[in-house]
């Protein structure tokens, strides 16, 4: 998805990470672009082999612009992932049953 011009130059992508927060990634001071859930987005973190900081941890991960499409490769890479193996799981439980015209 392609953001207006305006949003982009302003940078202003988030809710509470537009308001001057950090990046939780140790020893990165670049403003954060996104907050984003603890509970969702740590595994995709924790993968990319980022060390949060202990006292930004209260069910938010603040990331930098850099930061966050590390993850975001992973997470999208993991998804795709999933998403082949349950069509190839459906294909082959449908592959045994004959279809309306395969009879013929």
């Not at 949060?52 to 975001?72: F, Q, T």
């Not at 449908?94 to 309306?100: D, E, I, R």
Request: charged share 40%; hydrophobic share 25%.
């Amino acid at each position: 998805m392609k953001l207006p011009k305006e949003l982009r130059e302003k940078k202003d992508l988030g809710g509470k990470a537009s308001k001057g927060k950090t990046c939780s990634v140790n020893e990165c001071n670049e403003l954060a672009i996104r907050s984003l859930s603890e509970n969702k987005w740590n595994k995709y973190v924790e993968k990319t082999k980022l060390k949060i900081e202990e006292e930004s941890k209260r069910n938010k991960i603040y990331l930098c612009k850099a930061h966050y499409k590390e993850v975001n490769k992973i997470r999208k890479s993991e998804e795709k992932i999933y998403q082949k193996k349950g069509f190839l799981d459906n294909a082959n439980s449908q592959g045994s049953k004959k279809g309306k015209w395969e009879g013929i």
